[in-house]
């Protein structure tokens, strides 16, 4: 669930409302990976093409060769920079070809849009990238990593634009795209996913609970963005058959003892 509204604070920020090459929100779905592209022209190409409602394309973010972002498109809505279309059990590209995506994220029958995050790169895939556009890629992706408690691996929540479409997209974001130095220099630091949960313990610690997010209502709860706990674990009866109940802000848990997979809320 967005806690923000998905606009980076660092981003110069050039919102493409004249095309509607965009949708807001994301139909339920959760960013599951960031996708790198490289835009085969210079910085001042994107806007125009993505607020041209004739060129049915945007992306969320540019990154210039002199470290310059835009942001065209909030992380919270549906940019259109990497679509497939479900056609009976197979995928195609825009230009209708069937292709065979590298990538296991994929909802089958789901457009890939609206669970990725999208980043074009100014250039050309032939040329190598510039340390100012390797510097604030990093600084975006590790925004990106604060907003949506994604973990950084390559091929997985990290990918490009060819891990798509195979056809017409192979060199996108070409060789020149440094991967590997990127998952490396991400290693460093907490991730959101991390400071969520320490926040989460502190917190709880804090109201005077301790919170063992390993048990099965902690679990469910977080899981179901109850809130923070309320209460220790305790125990009650319904007819002589004994539970485990615990209150969150926003529901009480609870399961028949022994029964930890069923957990339910009030
Ligand atoms: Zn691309």
């Not at 510039?130 to 590790?142: D, G, I, V």
């Not at 994604?150 to 060789?175: A, K, M, Q, S, W």
Request: glycine share 10%; aromatic share 10%.
């Amino acid at each position: 669930m967005p806690t923000s509204n998905g606009l980076c604070p660092f981003a110069t920020q050039k919102p493409i409302t004249d095309s509607g090459n965009f949708e807001v929100g994301r139909n339920g779905q959760r960013v599951k990976a960031v996708v790198l592209h490289i835009g085969e022209g210079p910085l001042t190409a994107f806007f125009p093409t993505f607020n041209n409602p004739a060129r049915k394309a945007s992306a969320h973010f540019t990154v210039g060769k002199q470290g310059e972002i835009e942001q065209y498109v909030s992380i919270n809505d549906t940019a259109w920079a990497n679509g497939l279309k479900w056609d009976n059990g197979v995928w195609r590209n825009p230009r209708g070809i069937e292709v065979t995506p590298k990538w296991g994220g994929l909802i089958p029958a789901v457009n890939p849009n609206q669970y990725t995050i999208s980043i074009e790169h100014e250039g050309f895939f032939g040329e190598p990238w510039t340390e100012p556009m390797y510097l604030a890629n990093l600084k975006l992706l590790q925004w990106i990593r604060n907003e949506t408690e994604l973990e950084y691996v390559r091929g997985e929540t990290l990918i490009g634009h060819n891990d798509f479409d195979t056809v017409d997209r192979p060199n996108c974001p070409g060789p020149n795209c440094p991967f590997d130095r990127m998952i490396a220099d991400l290693q460093t630091g907490p991730s959101g996913r991390d400071a969520r949960r320490a926040a989460l313990i502190a917190g709880a610690n804090r109201m005077g609970v301790p919170l063992n997010d390993q048990s099965a209502l902690a679990k469910f709860a977080l899981g179901s963005n109850l809130g923070i706990p309320l209460s220790d674990e305790f125990q009650f009866q319904v007819d002589n058959v004994p539970y485990l109940g615990q209150v969150w802000s926003l529901a009480v848990v609870y399961v028949k003892m022994g029964d930890w997979g069923n957990v339910k809320r009030t």
